[in-house]
C-alpha cells in the first residue's frame, strides 16, 4: 500500500523503519566475514526449508513487507537483526510486567512506617575497567559482584537472630537485570548491570540503608578483584517513572547514541580517538572504513558473550506477573514470522545473486512497501532475478 500525504506521520514512520532495518541488515552482511559464529554467519543467508528447498519468499504484511524462509541466528549478542527483534519483544514484556507489579502491591508484615506502595526503581552498577583486561574476567566480575549483593544476612536476614534481611524489609518482589556491553578504544571492554528492582511498601529509611550497603558492597568487592569503580560510578539509584522506561532500561537495542559520524572523523580505532562504541556501532564503523583492527575486538566481544544470559528474571518473577503467557527463548522471538500475502517466491540462484550486492536484501522489502507489486517485480526483473509468483501475489496488478 502506498503511503500518502494525507497520513505524513506513517510516511516518517516507514521511513525510519526502512533506514534502521536497511542499517541492520548492512551490518549483518559484513558480519558474516568476520563472525566465528556458524549460526550468525547462516542468519539472513542460508534458507531453512519453510518455503521449500534453496528457497525464500517476499511477504507482505499489511504495508511491511519482511522475508520468509531465512534462518535466523537468534542471537541477542551478536547478531544487529535478531537482537533487534529479541529486545524489543522482551522490551515490551517487561514494561507490561512492570505495569502489573505497578497495580498489584503486596504489602508485607514487616511495613512499620508509612510506604510508598508497589515501586520499581532502575539500579545501573558499574565497574572501572582499562584496555589491559579482556572481557571474560570484567564479565565475570560483574556478575559475581551482583551474586555477592543478592547473599548473606543483610540481604537474606538470620532467621536464628530473628534478624530481617533487605529483601523482606524492602518487600522485594523480584528483579529483572540485563549486561550491557560497550567498549571504549581508550578503557576496552564495559559491561555493566541494569536492574530493575521491583519492591512493596520500602520506606524511606529502609531504602537509604540499602543504597549505601550496595555501594559499600559493590566496590569492596569490585576491589578485591581488580575492577574497583571510580567515585563518580558505582552503584546508580533511580526511579522507575513509567513501565515502558524500565522496558527500555533492560532490553534496550545495543546500536549507539547515533554519533559514529563525528567519532569517523576522529580518526582511526587504533589511535583511540573514537570514544565508547556499543557493539554494533563496531559493526557499523567496519562496514564504512573496513578497519580490521575491529576484527579481534569483535570476536573477542562473540566470545566473551558467547552462551551468557543478557537478560534475567529473578525465580518466578516473570510467571506471578505475566501468569498467561508462555516464555519464548531467544531462537524462539527470533525465528517466529509474523504471516502476511506470500508475493514472490525466488530460488537459491536468484538468493546467491542477491547475497552479493550490498544492500539489495533490504532494498527489495523496501521497494515492495513503498511501490507495491509492480514496483517490486520492476526491480527483480532489473537485477534479472528469477522468482515464481507467491500463492497470494496481487497478480492482476502485474498486466
Known amino acids: 500500500m502506498l503511503q500518502t500525504q494525507e497520513n505524513p506521520r506513517s510516511e516518517q514512520e516507514s521511513a525510519v523503519r526502512q533506514e534502521r532495518r536497511g542499517k541492520r541488515f548492512a551490518q549483518r552482511e559484513v558480519l558474516w566475514s568476520i563472525t566465528s559464529l556458524e549460526r550468525v554467519r547462516k542468519c539472513g543467508r542460508t534458507t531453512n526449508g519453510n518455503v521449500g528447498d534453496g528457497m525464500a519468499a517476499v511477504v507482505m504484511n499489511g504495508t511491511v513487507a519482511h522475508w520468509s524462509g531465512f534462518c535466523s541466528c537468534g542471537s541477542i549478542w551478536a ?9 524489543a519483544t522482551r522490551a ?73 534481611g533487605e529483601r523482606d524489609l ?8 540485563s549486561m550491557e556491553v560497550t567498549y571504549g578504544t581508550r578503557n576496552g571492554w564495559h559491561p555493566h548491570l541494569h536492574v530493575v528492582l521491583l519492591l512493596n511498601n520500602e520506606t524511606a529509611e ?35 517513572t513509567t513501565a515502558e522506561e524500565a ?8 546500536e ?25 556501532e563496531l559493526l557499523e564503523y567496519f562496514r564504512i572504513t573496513g578497519d580490521m583492527a575491529v576484527v579481534p575486538v569483535w570476536q573477542e566481544y562473540e566470545k566473551g558473550t558467547h552462551r551468557r544470559r543478557a537478560i534475567t528474571w529473578s525465580r518466578g518473577l516473570r510467571a506471578q506477573l505475566l501468569p498467561d503467557e508462555d516464555e519464548l527463548s531467544d531462537e524462539d522471538v527470533a525465528a517466529e514470522e509474523v504471516g502476511g500475502e506470500v508475493w514472490a517466491v525466488m530460488p537459491a540462484d536468484s538468493l546467491r545473486a542477491i547475497r552479493r550486492v550490498p544492500g539489495l536484501q533490504a532494498r527489495i522489502l523496501d521497494t515492495a512497501e513503498n511501490g507495491g507489486f509492480v514496483e517490486l517485480v520492476n526491480l527483480l526483473t532489473a537485477w534479472h532475478l528469477a522468482w515464481d509468483l507467491g500463492p497470494d501475489a496481487p497478480q492482476k496488478n502485474a498486466n
Open 170 to 177: 524492602l518487600g522485594v518482589r523480584g528483579y529483572i537485570r
Open 256 to 280: 549507539g547514541k547515533g554519533h559514529l559520524g563525528s567519532e569517523l572523523a576522529r580518526g582511526d580505532m587504533k589511535a583511540g580517538r573514537l570514544g565508547t562504541l556499543a557493539p554494533f
Open 206 to 240: 529502609q531504602l537509604a540503608y540499602a543504597m549505601d550497603r550496595w555501594d559499600r558492597t559493590w566496590r569492596a568487592f569490585l576491589k578485591k578483584h581488580g575492577f574497583e569503580p571510580s567515585k563518580e560510578h558505582g552503584v546508580k539509584w533511580s526511579k522507575v
Open 92 to 164: 515490551d514484556e517487561i514494561a507490561r510486567a512492570v505495569a502489573n507489579h505497578m497495580i498489584t502491591s503486596q504489602p508485607t508484615e514487616q511495613a512499620t512506617a508509612p510506604t510508598a506502595g508497589a515501586t520499581a526503581w532502575m539500579v545501573t552498577l558499574t565497574a572501572r575497567h582499562k584496555r589491559k583486561h579482556d572481557l571474560a574476567p570484567l564479565f565475570d566480575a560483574v556478575a559475581n559482584g551482583w551474586r555477592k549483593l543478592m547473599s548473606g544476612p543483610a540481604w537474606v536476614g538470620d532467621k536464628r537472630r530473628g534478624e530481617l
Open 79 to 87: 547478531c544487529p537483526v535478531c537482537s533487534a527483534k529479541i529486545r
Open 247 to 254: 522496558g527500555e532500561y533492560i532490553a534496550k537495542v545495543q
